[in-house]
Every structure is written in C-alpha cells, then in structure tokens.
C-alpha cells in the first residue's frame, strides 16, 4: 500500500479512535492528544504495517501501547514529585525488585487465567480488548451478536472470578469496568 493511500486509511478511522481513546482517559483533551499520538506513531511506522491485516487493530494497538506508556511516565512523574522523604540506595533497590517481581507473577496468573477459558469465551473476549466492536465480532465468529456479547460477559465473570485476590490487595484490575 502506498504511503500516501495509507496516510488517508489511517486518517479515516479517526472518529474511532477518538471514541475508543475517550474510553482510557475519560478526558477529552487527554483523549485528543492521545489520538493525536497515535495517528503520528501510525504515519512514522507505517512501514510495519502489513496490508490485508486489520489496520483498526492495529491502530488501537498502537493507542493502547502509547497510552501505557504515558501513564508509566505520568505515575513516576507523580510518584517522583510525591516523595517527601529521601530514600537510601539499598530501599530503592529492594523497592524495584519487590515490584518487578509482584508484576511477573500477577501477569503469569492473568494468562493463566486467560488459558484456562474455554475458546468460546476467550477469542470473543481477546477480540473485544483488542477493540473490535461486537457486530464485528458477531460477523467474523458467524454467531448471533447477543451470544458474542453473553460469552464477553461470562469471560469478564470467570476471570473476576479467578483474579479477584489482587482486587482484594488494592490492584485495579481491567475486569472490573
């Protein structure tokens, strides 16, 4: 695909984006920049895209990852302007490595759970997070648009379900939207 025929792809799920970025920040001027972001990311790394994949997923992908980002810097930023006390070598150190090691194992339990649904629930449920909307759903899966939306909700349950220790210790989990 042409750079320039793709630039005009790119720009015409815009609305899209928009809608689903409003979705992350629940801001709209948050929701503006990030698409924003996004869009510039999509024009610089174009080059990865590759024609006949859905350019949708991959824009939200690209949304996704940007806003992700932003909101690690964002938390050190806050997290450093916070910090009313200094703190010696030796506690930071032992801070970073409790951290990383916490998110391993919170991450190998989400996909643990995620790999224990059942295909039904889980390939509608992994379409909707990538940001396809139910009728798209509906069509690709060839099923009924309300069973699409039955299984999301039952994945959403199980996986509450099977994650709900880390809610309990004060994680925010994507689930409980």
């Known amino acids: 695909m042409e750079n320039i025929s793709l630039n005009q792809e790119i720009c015409k799920h815009q609305t899209c984006l928009e809608n689903f970025a409003l979705k992350f920040t629940n801001d709209i001027d948050d929701a503006n ?44 930023r806050k997290a450093v302007v916070e910090t009313s006390e200094d703190l010696n070598s030796s506690q930071l150190k032992l801070s970073a490595s409790g951290n990383l090691g916490e998110n391993k194992f919170v991450m190998e339990d989400i996909y643990k759970a995620l790999g224990q649904l059942q295909e039904d629930y889980k390939v509608p449920f992994l379409k909707y997070f990538e940001g396809y909307k139910y009728h798209e759903i509906a069509d690709e ?23 709900k220790m880390y809610s309990a210790g004060g994680y925010q989990t994507a689930l409980s939207a």
């Open 33 to 76: 920049d990030l698409v924003q972001d996004t869009l510039i990311k999509a024009i610089r790394y174009h080059m990865h895209y590759r024609e006949g994949t859905n350019l949708r997923g991959w824009l939200y992908t690209i949304m996704r990852n940007t806003f992700i980002n932003d909101y690690r810097k964002g938390s050190r």
């Open 141 to 163: 899966l060839n099923i009924p648009i309300g069973t699409v939306k039955t299984r999301i909700h039952m994945a959403r349950q199980i996986l509450k379900g099977q994650l």
